[in-house]
């Protein structure tokens, strides 16, 4: 079966270059192995007709889509009630997470902000969080996490039991440090025009010691395909008189 998602990366400091993101590679490594593969990656800034607009329509378009960042105490973090918005539902106090947090907090530190942190769409389930106790939520097809790392992996692990999986992804990887990408390139695009279903990568890379080359990438959820088109790989950077490796190259 096959499933697709989409990620929506929440917050001003990402896109004014004040925070490097962390969660992509992680997240898009993970929905592949459990095969649904990211298909689309959106970053937006933390303004409220952004974010219902991009939530309506994504989770129109894919079958999950994951938010991060924006679920804090402070008055930035608006994903939540976007996201109740977008589904026209009440932004309201989830009474088990607000136990939980006045609990931890203490009922003299559990001020107005940290309350924020347990309002929840109404008809959300929340997301645990291993690390800092405050959940995230899913709603529908949508499932919101914090975007500090750390904390974002320990809800995604809490999460991933429950989604839906399909067809994992599958990839095989040449390299050659014997050959160059304008050699192989028509090559190549006659192995993606064979194996439409696939995606078929060329990743040219130049290490500080001087080794060059490029790495030569099927993937898919077709693990046979994916096989055969590693093969044809193979014998494309043999045939243009490179030495194919198995693998990524070296760092």
């Not at 649904?36 to 894919?62: H, S």
């Not at 975007?147 to 974002?152: A, D, H, L, S, Y």
Request: hydrophobic share 40%; net charge negative; proline share 8%.
């Amino acid at each position: 079966m096959r499933r697709t998602s989409a990620l929506i990366l929440i917050g001003n400091e990402i896109l004014s270059g004040r925070t490097k993101d962390e969660n992509i590679q992680f997240l898009a490594l993970r929905l592949g192995e459990l095969g649904i593969p990211l298909r689309e990656i959106r970053v937006i800034p933390d303004i409220r007709e952004t974010i219902i607009n991009t939530v309506t329509e994504m989770r129109a378009k894919y079958d999950e889509v994951f938010t991060t960042g924006g679920i804090g105490p402070t008055h930035d973090d608006i994903t939540a009630p976007c996201v109740a918005e977008a589904f026209g539902v009440p932004w309201e106090f989830h009474p088990p997470t607000f136990k939980l947090l006045e609990t931890y907090f203490g009922p003299e530190e559990f001020n107005a902000a940290r309350q924020r942190m347990a309002k929840l769409p109404q008809g959300a389930t929340p997301i645990v969080n291993p690390v800092s106790l405050a959940p995230g939520f899913s709603i529908g097809n949508v499932h919101v996490m914090a975007g500090v790392p750390r904390i974002m992996r320990g809800m995604f692990d809490s999460l991933a039991p429950s989604l839906q999986k399909g067809a994992p992804v599958f990839s095989r990887t040449w390299h050659t440090t014997s050959l160059f990408e304008g050699t192989l390139a028509d090559g190549l695009e006659d192995i993606q025009n064979r194996f439409p279903d696939l995606d078929i990568g060329s990743y040219p890379f130049h290490r500080e010691d001087g080794r060059r080359g490029v790495a030569l990438v099927a993937k898919g959820q077709n693990r046979a395909e994916v096989e055969e088109a590693a093969s044809a790989i193979h014998d494309l950077i043999k045939t243009k008189g490179g030495t194919p490796i198995e693998g990524e190259p070296p760092v």
